[in-house]
């Protein structure tokens, strides 16, 4: 059996909840690699929404397994915060999501130091969305942090004074005094975490996640984009974990043979939250109609998204690099009303062209682009492809030649419904 992986394969909020909430019925498990509740994965059936940030997107379906796995970073009062959501909803959560002993825990100072780490920077903040994921990975790697495994151990409370102590000394370094707030904080922050003790299941997931592997094909969600990922994205305009297809491995502990299909997520046009590189970025009317259009808000923060073009160069790269094996395109709908569509098919760096993401990220870039003529009809109640407008079939016939993967899959609007399967 294998571990098939959704991957987001541009900066982010491509649609990876809707899919994995689509792609569950197949799938008695659903397991999150990487991030933490910096992602925000929206869901939507039967009239309701759901926006998820730390539970994995097969929570509503019945019977199902959810496993945060070693690689997720967890802040427990959003975790617990979420599951009270999910169960006055009417969803009971009991048995179905199954906590990593690995993944490590964000305490309420790496939020601090996560605000008091952008503010040093200034002008060249990186736009984080300052849920404290930077200081967790910090601490994880430089070998200090907490784990979720820890909370079960007689020292807990021992370990957690020593962190949040190191964490205050950094603080007072960087100018940031912690108020009343933080202390309340911290108490709410500690119910969070007996919480997690005594009501969660904490497990070895590995072992979990190998042992469910031979029963089942599981699936992998992936949070962020491939152009946020530490190795591969716009450094230092990025998150702090793998959010490629790897990521799946480590942050699961499956190996790459046991990897199936790479299914790569992409909007029909781009978004970015946050600062950094955006070639194909609109900052006139045209991005604003993408954004009104496409309501590009963030999930977990309501900043408003920068919009743009389809970036080629940018898919390709990130296709490359998680050996994606089939594609699926989002909020087609979004693009309904455009007269004239444009897709980056390479970049001009300096007068010279180029098919390559350049290392740089100041690099002037100026994006060449192909026209394609808009398609003009409504398509949310396009439910095979046969219904869909020739213009849209060539538009992604010309992406799937451009990149050498199949689009299998057309999303037409945000509920679950609202799909074209190729
Ligand atoms: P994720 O982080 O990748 O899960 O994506 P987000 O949930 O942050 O952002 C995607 C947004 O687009 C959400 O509000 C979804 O409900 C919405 N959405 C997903 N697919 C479609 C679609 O095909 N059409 C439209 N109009 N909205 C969509
Ligand atoms: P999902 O899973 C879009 C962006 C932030 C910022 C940078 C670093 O919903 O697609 P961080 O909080 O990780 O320190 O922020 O990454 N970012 C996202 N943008 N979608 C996300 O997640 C994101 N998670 C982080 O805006 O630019
Ligand atoms: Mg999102």
Redesign the pocket.
Known sequence: MKVDVVI?LQW?????????DVLTPKYKVVARFQGGPN??????FDGK?F??HTVP?GIFRKNSVNIIGNGVVVDPVILMDEIKKINAAGVPTGGKILLSKKAHLILPTHRALDAAQEAAKGGAKIGSTLKGIGPAYTDKVSRSGLRAGDVLRPDFLQKYDDLKQKHLALLRQLGYPLGAEEQEKETEWLQSVEQLRTEFTIIDSEYEVNELLKQGNILAEG???SMLDVDFGSYPFVTSSSTVCAGACTGLGVAPSKIGEVIG?F?AYCTRVGSGPFPTELSDEVGEKLRR????F???TGRARRCGWLDLVALRYSIMVSGATQLFM?????MDNFDTIKVGVAYKINGAATDRYPYEVDAPIEPVYKEFRGWKKPT?GCRTEKDLPQELLDYVQFIEQQTGVPVKF??????RS??VLR
Do not use: N, R, Y
């Not at 992602?39 to 939507?44: P, R, S, V, Y």
């Not at 057309?410 to 509920?415: F, H």
């Open positions: 987001g982010g909020d491509e649609g990876k909840g809707k899919i994995v992602a925000g994965h929206t869901l939507e929404k926006v998820l997107s949070a962020q984009g997520i909007k259009q496409g309501s590009e963030g999930s977990t989002m909020k087609a709908d979004v949310s057309i999303s037409v609007g945000p509920d609202e799909t």
